[in-house]
Structures are given as structure tokens and as C-alpha cells.
């Protein structure tokens, strides 16, 4: 703790005077140097947060948390099987999917999409697609044999409400002219814009049945005889749980029930990648960031010792008053600690401040520069989502604060170790 002579003669010195202007000048960079640093670490951790977050959400929303799928083509039963995966403990819902690649034509263009048939009484359990439903009502789905798409879909090939699409599989019948693929137009009954450009721009919505029969897994199909029996038929189940973080492990238990003839992915294994890339650029964002907060502690440095040059004199003066080592040393700490903890509060301030705000910042410079800031073809988002987490707040402000209290250490030791008869030897 300070005494009061301590506090004020640190106040005293952090006071500029024309003849420390220089210093007062390095003290000030130093200041700012930790405020950007410290604003703009919470600003990056919020936004890298916000970002996994809100395609861990979309992905578990389209999705599901795990996803079962026969060794075979398809599932025959998997009506039972959907039953013996809601046994497990912890898991809420199985519902069973029809899917597959189609390319999708309107009007001369084309796009690669992937087409997933579910009952329209399951949409229940993906409550994301009712939320985000921009035309349309989920009402209609499944009363006739239309499809949803994607916003960035409709907005790129010009498909609006009631139009109807090409649907063409790479999977078709043998002729004696050769493989023709199979063809088929489905009136689009719903645009849903998620806000993650791989499911806006590639996602078909189609009811169960009418996949099943587009893509050969319905009762009584014509397939070839080395194909599944002509069987009504899922390509997959897809699971919820009651915690997304409990994934992996159910998985192993689903596997362990139904035995070796499935293949199980969780939500975190069959997105490992692009998780991985975010902890990675996460990372090095907080590494660089970091720089910038040393890069102000060297100026702390700098600030305090020509600081105790300018001093030298007057605290070769306090010692022979009566002061001792131990109150010089922390006279000079608390002016360094003082920087610190100014630049460290205004950085924490500034960075809450934008991270509260980042849509509204974005949108602001959209419509000052006329120009959209995120490309959703790079970013997969639409939008800048941002999280502030009160543990990363408080880290950083405390790592921050440690590092300018280490950067007064040597300044205030070499203060307080000034021998006076050398300093007012020659005064």
C-alpha cells in the first residue's frame, strides 16, 4: 500500500511540465498503446467467439448432434432403429432423412446442391428453419410435392416463390443409349435464410416421401438388382441430445447398440476442420494482439527511465530527507502501474463499447462505403456476430495489468538503488 507522501509525489510526477514534455509525450503512446491492444484482443476474442457459436448453431440446427448411416445404401428399418436411438439415455429425437447430391437448374443456370427429404411432423425438431423462414410458412410443406431453398440460391439464379426448379440426379436409369439421369421440376413453396452461406446457397428442403421416390429409396422403386431391395428406404438418422457437448460420447453408446453395420459422426468430428481453423486463426489473432500490448510496456519502460533521470536529483533529495528505498521503489512503480491501469480500464472500456455494437458498426460502414464488408462466399457468414465471455474480459485485463506492473520493475529498482552523495556530488 501508498502512502500519502507516496501517492502524492507519484501524482506529482505523472503531472507534465514543459521541461518532461518528451516523457509525458512516451508515457502518452504507452497509454494509447494499451488501450488499442486491450480493446482490440476483446474485440477479436468476442467476434472469434460469436463466429463459432453461431455456426455451431446452424450446424446443429440443420444438421443434428449425430448422424447414423448404414453401411448399405440406405435404411430399410428405420423406423425401429430411430426407436432403439431414442432409447439411449440423453438423447431427445431420431428422425430419419432422405439425401443426396443433385444439380439444380432454373432458366439455363445451374447449381450443386444437396437435397434433404424430412417428414414435414419432424421440422418440429429443427426449429432454426421455422425461425428463419423469410417467405413462405412451413405450413404448406409437405402438402404438395414443393421444395424450400436457400435465400442466396433464389438470389443467384432468380427463383422466386412458386417458380419451378430442375432438379437433375447424377443417379439415373440404364437405357440401351446409356445412363439417363433422372429429371424432375418441384415449385419452390419457401426461401429460409439461415445466415451461413453453405446452407443458404446449397440447401434443398424437400418432404421425406418425395425424396425417397426421387432418389430410389421408395417402396417398390426400379433399381438395379445389385442395388438395396425395393424397399422403402432412409440415408440416414439424424439425432438430437439434450446437451450438444455430450455428442462424442453418445455416439460411442448409439454404436455399441446397433453394432458394426453403421457408420456414426458426431457434430465435432464431422466439422473437425473447420473448427480447428477457427482455435488456429483464434490463436494467432490473440498472439499478435498481444504484441501490441508489449510493444506499450517497452514504452512504459522507456517513459520511466528517462523519468528517473530527469528525477535523479530529486530523489537523491528525498533520500537524504528521510525517504527510504522501499518508498522510491514504489513511487516509481505506482507512476508505471498508474499507465497501466488507465490504459488497461479505457481499453477494456472501448473494446466492451465495440464489441456490444460490431452489427451496428458493420452496417454503418456498409452504407458509408456502399460496399458490403463480408463476402459470405469467404466469411460463411453474413453477418459479425460477437459474444463477450467475462473470463476472456477479465484475462485480458489482467495479463494487461501483469505486464505493465513487470515493465516498471526495473525503471523503480534503478530508482531506488541512485546513490545520493554520487547524485549531489557535483550540485
Known sequence: MLSPFERMVAFRYLRARRAEGLISVIAGFSLVGIMLGVATLIVVLAVMRGVRDEM??????????????ANARGMDDYDRLAGQVRGVKGVTSAIPIAAGQVM???????LGAQVTGIRPADLKYKPLIGAKMQQGNLADFGKTDGVIIGSRMAERMGV???????LI???????????????????????????MYAY???LVLMPFDQAQVFFKLAAGSVQPAEESPP??????????????????????????RLGPNFRIY???????HLFRALIVQRNVFFMILMLIIIVATFNII???IMLVREKSRDIAILRTMGATRGSVLRIFIACGASIGVMGTGLGVALGLLIAFNTESIQHGLEKLTGHKLLADELYFLSSLPAKVDAGEVLSVALLSLLLALLATIHPARKAARLDPAEVLRYE
Do not use: C
Not at 56 to 69: K, Q, R
Not at 172 to 177: E, H, K
Not at 179 to 190: D, E, H, L, N
Open 56 to 69: 455451431i448453431d446452424s450446424i446443429i440446427g440443420l444438421e443434428g448432434h449425430i448422424s447414423v448411416y
Open 104 to 110: 439444380l437448374t432454373y432458366r439455363g443456370q445451374a
Open 160 to 166: 422466386r416463390m412458386g417458380d419451378a426448379v430442375t
Open 169 to 195: 440426379s447424377p443417379e439415373g436409369r440404364y437405357t440401351p443409349a446409356g445412363m439417363v439421369p433422372r429429371i424432375k421440376a418441384y415449385p419452390v413453396v419457401g426461401i429460409f435464410n439461415i445466415g
Open 200 to 202: 443458404d446457397n446449397g
Open 231 to 256: 424397399t422403402g428406404e432412409a440415408s440416414a438418422l439424424e439425432v438430437l441430445t439434450d446437451d450438444a457437448n455430450t455428442a462424442p460420447e453418445l455416439a460411442r453408446t448409439i454404436s455399441d
Open 266 to 272: 458426431d457434430w465435432k468430428s464431422s466439422n473437425n
Open 302 to 304: 522507456s517513459s520511466l
